[in-house]
């Protein structure tokens, strides 16, 4: 999933907008509020997604190797609360159960990711192949098919073995390409002959600017102004090699397909009458998705990254950029190593011109190499985590980027929702299902539009650990009870509006529709007196696992003291 944007309150200013700001581009001709009531085609693929740190607990067993995320959230400090992924939703231990919520949704597709110290501890091959860990995924593999649901399978979501982290550098090292072709082959070797959707990275802007530029994120490299490009750069190259791997030696025989799932927010220029504004919102989208998609459709960099990195690097003195470069022959290796391409989404934000201070005595990094500021309109709703504001029609602008960008390619959303971030437990969140409503919706305007979308992926199935916001907040269409050892899961009232999308192929009508919106949250409020009474049922459980064989212990040996004093009276 994509976690928190790293982007702290100054980062984000609060913009009052005019009006003209928030009117449409020409491919788009319908205004933000209009709905378009109408079907996917058929064969469209629906689906929920999850990730493996995120979800499947069991961090240290069945001989699972240490991640950095198991290192990074060991240390205090580092994840709202102290919380970590030790546990998380238990979902090493709970595949038929999951599945079985699958099936209720009616799901076509279940997107998840092989952790990659669970089937090689160490992240080098040739140290030791867990075969436990490769049983794991063959039994979710198999009751995926066995229950008519596709696995759409991602082999890095952030959870690199922490050894290779100490021995090299993480993906600050070249040597990370070669670890992660033998732990990728591996993978096609042993579940391949089962699995037609690869994806090589999820979200890999987080694995760099997070993890190698801000710090808030495992392994918690704060390198600024070089640690996040040099990162992307062996990811990119780890990506294609990965992808020429799969097309020599298994395509063939196997005939799946390799893509790589790219998040990205659309930004939309404040004033579309200012042409700096204009430029200012098509370098954000470079520097965020265009950063990795360009090099894969065009093999290189977006020229504005090469350009402004260039400038401000020539400014500070230094001798050559600080964007990496690639050779006349890399450039040919990485260019259409994509069968299809990952979208992730979740909002969009308001664009304008920054000059940024830039010279000997400015700090570097890559927030301020490129020229701009954000901005959010207060009126967009935001229920839950503070980077996310509904903003539905940024999805269809992005997603005609995409195709006006790189060729119209076949697109699979791999990620899109809405998190809630309340105390209390709500089992009826009328947010997440406006927000799929409406998200859905512009998709389906964009596939009117000639975009070339094969499925969906809504984040996600379950509540789980959100990475440095730790259990604080929801991105499920299930809740779970993270206070009950045993993780139960309870479904919300989207899990109602999501499947009757799902089982209708998108809106037949209006009437309809508001009908889904009105039984869903019904539903929900059954199951809300359900979840209000569980914490007396974890309360009960308490003292019978707890207080009850306690009192017998104690009494058993207060027995036993008596008895002997008894016996001593006697004698």
């Keep these: 999933m994509l976690p928190r944007c790293t982007f702290s309150v100054c980062h984000v200013f609060m913009l009052v907008l005019c009006l003209s700001a928030a009117e449409d581009f020409d491919w788009t001709k319908n205004n933000h509020g209009s709905f378009y009531y109408g079907t996917f085609p058929a064969g469209f693929s629906w689906g929920a997604g999850s990730s493996a740190y995120q979800t499947e607990g069991a961090w240290d067993k069945d001989g699972k190797g240490l991640s950095i995320w198991d290192v990074f959230s ?35 597709h279940y997107r998840f990711s092989i952790s990659w110290p669970r089937l090689i501890p160490t992240g080098i091959k040739s140290d030791h192949i867990n075969e436990k860990g490769i049983q794991y995924y063959n039994e979710l593999i198999d009751h995926l098919l066995e229950n008519k649901i596709t696995p759409i399978v991602t082999l890095y979501h952030w959870d690199l073995p922490q050894v290779l982290q ?91 397909l390799v893509g790589i799932s790219l998040s990205g927010d659309w930004g939309e220029p404040v004033d579309i009458s200012n042409q700096k504004d204009i430029e200012a919102a098509e370098r954000y989208v470079q ?24 400038k401000k690097s020539v400014q500070q003195g230094l001798g050559m950029s600080r964007l990496p470069t690639f050779s006349p022959q890399e450039k040919s290796y990485i260019k259409g190593t994509c069968d299809f391409l990952g979208v992730g989404h979740f909002t969009t934000r308001y664009i304008t011109q920054k000059n940024n201070p ?8 890559y927030f301020t190499d490129r020229d701009l500021a954000e901005l959010v309109d207060p009126r967009w709703p935001d229920p839950g985590s503070e980077w996310l504001y509904s903003v539905p029609w940024g999805f269809r602008r992005l997603l005609n980027f995409v195709k006006t960008q790189y060729g119209n390619p076949m697109i699979y959303v791999t990620e899109n929702g809405v998190s809630e971030k309340m105390l209390c437990t709500e089992l009826c969140d009328d947010w997440r299902i406006q927000y799929f409503k409406d998200y859905i919706n512009e998709m389906l305007k964009a596939m009117k539009d000639g975009v070339n979308v094969k499925g969906y992926t809504a984040w996600s199935l379950l509540d789980k650990f959100e990475w440095d916001e730790g259990y604080s907040e929801r991105f499920g269409l299930y809740y779970v009870d993270f206070r009950n050892k045993n993780k139960p899961r ?23 529709v508001e009908n889904w919106r009105r039984k869903a949250v019904e539903t929900c409020s059954s199951s809300n007196q359900l979840l209000a009474a569980d914490p007396l049922t974890s309360h009960m459980e308490m003292v019978t696992e707890i207080v009850v064989p306690t009192v017998c212990t104690l009494s058993i040996l207060l027995s036993a003291i008596f008895l002997m004093f008894l016996l001593r009276r006697r004698n």
């Design 74 to 108: 060991h240390k205090k400090g580092k994840i709202q609360q102290n919380e970590t992924g030790d546990a998380s939703c238990e979902g090493y231990y709970k595949v038929k159960d999951d599945i079985s919520l699958m099936k209720e949704l009616k799901l076509n």
């Design 166 to 256: 100490e021995k090299y550098g993480g993906w600050q090292n070249i040597s990370m390409v070669n670890h992660f072709n033998e732990f990728a082959n591996l993978c096609f070797e042993r579940f391949g002959n089962r699995i037609k959707y690869w994806i090589t990275f999820n979200n890999p802007w987080s694995v760099a600017v997070e993890g190698y530029e801000t710090g808030e994120h495992a392994p918690g490299l704060k390198l600024r102004g070089t640690g996040a490009y040099r990162a992307a750069h062996h990811i990119i190259k780890a990506h294609a090699k990965v992808w020429h791997t799969y097309d020599i030696q298994w395509r063939a025989k196997q005939k799946g």
């Design 287 to 310: 520097f965020y998705l265009g950063w990795f998609a360009t090099p894969i459709f065009h093999g290189d960099y977006p020229q504005v990254m090469k350009d402004f990195i260039g």
């Design 358 to 365: 830039s010279g000997r005595s400015s700090s570097s990094s």
């Design 490 to 512: 309870y479904p919300k009232a989207s899990v109602q509006f999501y499947k009757r999308i799902i089982s209708s192929n998108g809106f037949p009508n209006q009437r309809e």
